[in-house]
Every structure is written in C-alpha cells, then in structure tokens.
C-alpha cells in the first residue's frame, strides 16, 4: 500500500468517525430535549370568542397536544368536566381553557322553580343581562277594551329576579295586545329563564301573556334597591296631577 492509499484510507477512518460522533450528537440533542419537555397530553383551547356567562358545549373547542411539563395545573384536559358550566368571563380566541375560566350555572334554591319567557331585543337585554343578574320585571298594561275607567299603567311584575339563563336571539311572531291579538309580522326576542317562587312565576307567565309589553331592569351587583309599596304602579295620571 503506498502513502497515496494510506492517506486514502485514513480519510476514510476520519470520515466514517466523524458520521458516528455526529450521529451520536444528534441522538443526544434529542435524548436532552426529550429529557426536557416530556411526553405530551392533550388539552383544549378556545376556538372562537365566547362571551362572558354563555353555557359551555364542547364544540366551542379543539383539541391540542402540548408537553405536559408546559402544562399549568389548571387546564382542562377533560371536556366532559363542562357539563352544566357557563364562561365566567370573555373567552378570547386561541386560549388555552383552564378550570377557573368556567363556573356552575347558578341552581335553584329551596322553594324556587325555572321560567322562561321570551324578552323583546329592543327593551335593552342586549349583551347586558347575563346569568347570575338581578333585575325588575315591568309590564305596560293597555287600558284599551277594559272599560271606561280604566287607564293604562306600568306595573312592577317581580322585584329582584335573579336570571339563570340567556338564551339566543331568536325571531318570533310579534302579536297586538301583548301576545293575545292576531299577528302583525316578526321581532327579534331572547329567551331568558328566571329562578322564582311560585307566585313570582306565576305573575311572569300572566304578564307575558296578557302585558303590551315586559321589560326588564338591571340592577346593582351589591343587591336590589327597596321597592316602595307606592312605587309598584305608574300611570301617567299620576305626573298630570302633580
């Protein structure tokens, strides 16, 4: 073998050596980053905005994989845990859902029962009512067909409702006479479902069905302001005489 050779094969040697430390490198880099990151888990993350107390579902969210050494404690990485939630605040876009962005949907207490009513859009409700709020329930009342005597007069329903439920707008048939005459075209409602006693609902499905109209106030987080007995009714007699 003459030195040409032999520098031939000692390249080759050198070659086929520096091949395996650079496997072996790359092996180890992936060892290391293994080491590092972990296996991965499943999580979930927001696939559009959801706002702030809307009832949960899981086609609000896609799956994911993620490290699960990157993983916060508080992620949620079972959507069946979703059942009966709502979003206790705006869900933005691409966020990773965690347990305390959702909360139980308010329950009913002792003596209480459920009653939806379909509200006008028009009367405020918009983005403004949400589930866990309390508000006065008001009914106009026409005084047309009920006599001579009779005046038209604005009527506190149920002082400090508290709502459990908004539901989506939804176009419905839009009658005279607060629901009771024929049907002069469509309007766009919201169902919205109170928690109240017996009495209380059956005031509610009496107004919805006999009032010109059923509004709904808002009222303070810190608890609904006293209603004065003389402050329950309104007509507008009662500013003409003054």
Same mark, same amino acid.
């Given at each position: 073998?003459?030195?040409?050779?032999?520098?031939? *094969?000692?390249?080759? #040697?050198?070659?086929? =050596?520096? %091949?395996?430390?650079?496997? /072996?490198? @790359?092996?180890?880099?992936?060892?290391? *980053?293994?080491?590092? #990151?972990?296996?991965? =888990?499943? %999580?979930?993350?927001?696939? /559009?905005? @959801?706002?702030?107390?809307?009832?949960?579902?899981?086609?609000?969210?896609?799956?994911?994989?993620?490290?699960?050494?990157?993983?916060?404690?508080?992620?949620?990485?079972?959507?069946?845990?979703?059942?009966?939630?709502?979003?206790?605040?705006?869900?933005?876009?691409?966020?990773?859902?965690?347990?305390?962005?959702?909360?139980?949907?308010?329950?009913?207490?002792?003596?209480?029962?459920?009653?939806?009513?379909?509200?006008?859009?028009?009367?405020?409700?918009?983005?403004?009512?949400?589930?866990?709020?309390?508000?006065?329930?008001?009914?106009?009342?026409?005084?047309?067909?009920?006599?001579?005597?009779?005046?038209?007069?604005?009527?506190?329903?149920?002082?400090?409702?508290?709502?459990?439920?908004?539901?989506?707008?939804?176009?419905?048939?839009?009658?005279?006479?607060?629901?009771?005459?024929?049907?002069?075209?469509?309007?766009?409602?919201?169902?919205?479902?109170?928690?109240?006693?017996?009495?209380?609902?059956?005031?509610?499905?009496?107004?919805?069905?006999?009032?010109?109209?059923?509004?709904?106030?808002?009222?303070?987080?810190?608890?609904?302001?006293?209603?004065?007995?003389?402050?329950?009714?309104?007509?507008?007699?009662?500013?003409?005489?003054?």
């Amino acid at each position: 073998m003459n030195s040409r050779q032999r520098r031939g *094969v000692v390249l080759l #040697v050198l070659s086929v =050596v520096c %091949a395996l430390a650079a496997f /072996a490198g @790359v092996v180890f880099v992936i060892g290391d *980053v293994n080491s590092k #990151v972990g296996p991965e =888990v499943r %999580a979930y993350r927001v696939k /559009a905005d @959801v706002p702030a107390y809307t009832p949960l579902t899981p086609d609000r969210f896609e799956r994911i994989s993620m490290p699960e050494r990157w993983l916060s404690a508080g992620a949620v990485t079972d959507l069946s845990t979703l059942n009966g939630k709502i979003a206790v605040a705006d869900l933005k876009k691409g966020s990773l859902l965690q347990r305390d962005m959702v909360a139980d949907r308010p329950a009913l207490q002792a003596g209480q029962q459920e009653i939806a009513i379909m509200i006008d859009a028009a009367t405020g409700v918009a983005g403004k009512i949400t589930a866990g709020a309390s508000v006065n329930i008001y009914a106009t009342f026409d005084d047309e067909g009920r006599g001579d005597k009779a005046v038209a007069e604005s009527r506190l329903i149920v002082a400090g409702a508290r709502v459990i439920d908004v539901g989506k707008l939804t176009p419905i048939d839009a009658r005279q006479s607060g629901g009771a005459g024929r049907t002069v075209g469509q309007r766009e409602a919201v169902p919205i479902t109170f928690a109240l006693t017996t009495a209380d609902a059956q005031r509610v499905a009496y107004a919805e069905s006999f009032a010109e109209h059923v509004r709904l106030a808002l009222l303070p987080e810190d608890g609904p302001p006293a209603v004065a007995p003389g402050e329950r009714t309104y007509t507008l007699d009662e500013d003409k005489n003054k």
